[in-house]
C-alpha cells in the first residue's frame, strides 16, 4: 500500500487541481468573512461558519480524484497492475481525506492567526483539532459517492445534492437540538461556541458516521466489475 | 502448467440479464502471439476484463501461470501488462510523470526504465507537453508504453492500433514482433482490422455470442484461407495427370466433389485452361477462391463476405 500511497502523493504534488481548489476555497472563505467580521464575530468562527457553504468545493476533489479517475479508468490500471483492492481503496482514501481536510485545517488555521495577529483574538488550536473528525466523517460522503458511482457526472451530482441537503439541514428550524448527529452541522456547534458540551458524543458519533460510510465505500469497490 | 500462460475452463459472466461470457475454457502458451478476434459484444473485452481482475467472473475458474485462486491471481497479474479499451492517462499530467507514477505504483526501482519505454514507443521527444495536448495516436503509443513499463510477461492489448496512422500501425505491429521474438513475450491482441491481425498473430481464437467459436494456428488458418484455383472438368482424373505432367503442379487435390484445388498458377489461369484444352479435356469451371481472415471469420459466425 505505501507503493500506491507514494503514487498518489506524486499524482497530487504534479497536478494543478488540488492547488487551485485550496486556493479558491481559501479565498473565497477570506472574503466571506470579512463582512462577518465586522458584527463582531471572530475570525475563526466566521471561518467555521463560511467553511460548511464552501463544502461543494471540498466535494470537487472527491469528484476528480474518484469520479474523474474511474472515468479516464486510471484506478483501473492499479488493479490491473496486481495490486489489491484493499490496498487501492485505502491508499486512495487516506491521500483523500489528508488532502481534503488540510484545505479546511489550513484555512481555519490561516484566519485563526489573522485574528490573532490583526485583532487580538485568542488562538483557539482546541476547537480545530477536536473538529477535525468532524471534517473527516463529512468527507467521507463524497468517498463513499464516488466509489458508487465511479463516474464523473453522477459523482459530482451525487456531491452537489448532499451539500444541498447539508445546508437545507443548516436552516432547518431546531437544527440545533440534533446537529451533534450530522458532522458536517456539528461546526454550528462550534460557531455558536457551544461544541464542548457535547463531548466525547460528538467525537463518537463521527467516528461512527466515518466507519459507516468508509465500510460502505469498500463494500461497493472490492466486488464491484470496473469499466 | 508454467507452459500455459492463461487457462480457463467453462468461465462464464452474466451482467444482468445478459449473458457476456458462456463457458469458455482456453488455453494461451508461452510465447505465442494470439489474434483474439469478434464482433462488438461478442466478449473480447469482457474475458480481458477478468483476466485482468476488472471484473468478477459468475462461473468457471480463471488460472495464470497455473495459479487460480484470488489472491494468486492477483499476485500473477503483477507479470501482466495491458491497455484495455483505449489509454487510461493522466490527462493533466506529461507523458514522463504518467510513466513515473505507474513505475511507482508498480514499485520498479529502475527509474531510466521511462526513457527506454518512452523511447521504444516514439514518445521520448514530448517534454512538457501534456498528454491531454497529445493526438490520438500518441494517446495510444503512451497506452502501450505504461502497458510495457514491467515488462510484461503477458502482454493483453485490446484494440491497441486504434487511432494510429499507416506508419504508426506498422510501428506497433514490429513491436510486438520484436517483444514477442527478443523477450518470448506472449500476447493477446484483439483488434477490428483482420488484416493487421493476420499479419501479427502466430494463432487465433474466434469469439462469438461469448462462447469461442474456434481456435486454429497461422499454418492453419493460411491453408484455409489460401489463395487456389478451383478447375471443374469432364474428366478430373486426366486433368490431375496432365496438370503434374506438363504443368508440373504439385500442391494439388481432388475434392470429394470432384473438383480440384491447385495452389499454384493462381496468377496465371490462362496457362492452366490451354494445358488442359491441348488435351481435350473440357473445363467447365476455373475460378481462383480463398477468403481473407475477415471472410473466414464472417463464414464462421454465418455472416456476409
Known sequence: ?227 | MESFVLETKGISKKYRSTLALDNVSLKLEKGKIYGFIGQNGAGKTTLIRLITGLAFPTGGELALWGKSSEKELQEQRKRIGSLIEGPALYTNMTAYQNMEVQRIQRGIPDKSIIEKTLNLVGLSDTGRKKVRNFSLGMKQRLGIAVALLNTPEFLILDEPINGLDPAGIKEVRNLIKTLNKEYGMTILISSHILEELHNTATDFIFIDKGRIIEEISEAELNEKCKQRVEIKTSDPQKALMVLEQKLHAEKIKVMPDNTIQLYEYVDDLEKIAAALSNEDILVTGLTVKGDTLEEYFLNKIGGNA
Request: hydrophobic share 55%; glycine share 6%; charged share 10%.
Open chain 1, 1 to 227: 500500500m505505501a507503493k500506491l500511497i507514494k503514487a498518489e502523493i506524486y499524482k497530487l504534488f504534479h497536478s494543478i487541481y488540488l492547488w487551485c481548489i485550496f486556493a479558491c476555497y481559501l479565498v473565497l472563505n477570506s472574503i466571506l468573512l470579512v463582512d462577518y467580521i465586522k458584527r463582531g464575530m471572530t475570525c475563526l468562527t466566521s471561518s467555521l461558519y463560511f467553511g460548511f457553504f464552501l463544502f461543494f468545493i471540498i466535494g470537487a476533489i472527491a469528484v476528480l480524484f474518484f469520479g474523474n479517475e474511474f472515468d479516464q479508468r486510471v484506478i483501473q490500471n492499479y488493479v490491473t497492475a496486481g495490486n489489491s483492492r484493499t490496498a487501492i481503496f485505502f491508499a486512495k482514501v487516506i491521500v483523500f481525506l489528508t488532502g481534503s481536510v488540510s484545505i479546511i485545517v489550513i484555512t481555519l488555521l490561516i484566519h485563526a492567526l489573522i485574528g490573532m495577529i490583526f485583532l487580538g483574538e485568542p488562538l483557539d488550536i482546541k476547537t480545530i483539532v477536536c473538529l477535525i473528525p468532524s471534517f473527516i466523517a463529512t468527507c467521507t460522503v463524497p468517498v463513499f459517492i464516488g466509489f458508487l458511482f465511479k463516474d464523473i457526472g453522477k459523482t459530482l451530482a451525487g456531491s452537489l445534492i448532499f451539500f444541498v441537503l447539508s445546508v437545507a439541514s443548516v436552516n432547518t428550524k431546531g437544527i440545533m437540538e440534533w446537529a451533534i448527529y450530522l458532522p458536517d452541522a456539528q461546526r454550528l456547534l462550534a460557531y455558536k461556541g457551544v461544541f464542548f458540551d457535547y463531548l466525547p458524543m460528538n467525537i463518537i458519533i463521527d467516528v461512527i458516521w466515518t466507519i459507516v460510510f468508509l465500510i460502505a465505500s469498500y463494500a461497493v469497490f472490492c466486488r464491484s466489475n470496473l469499466k
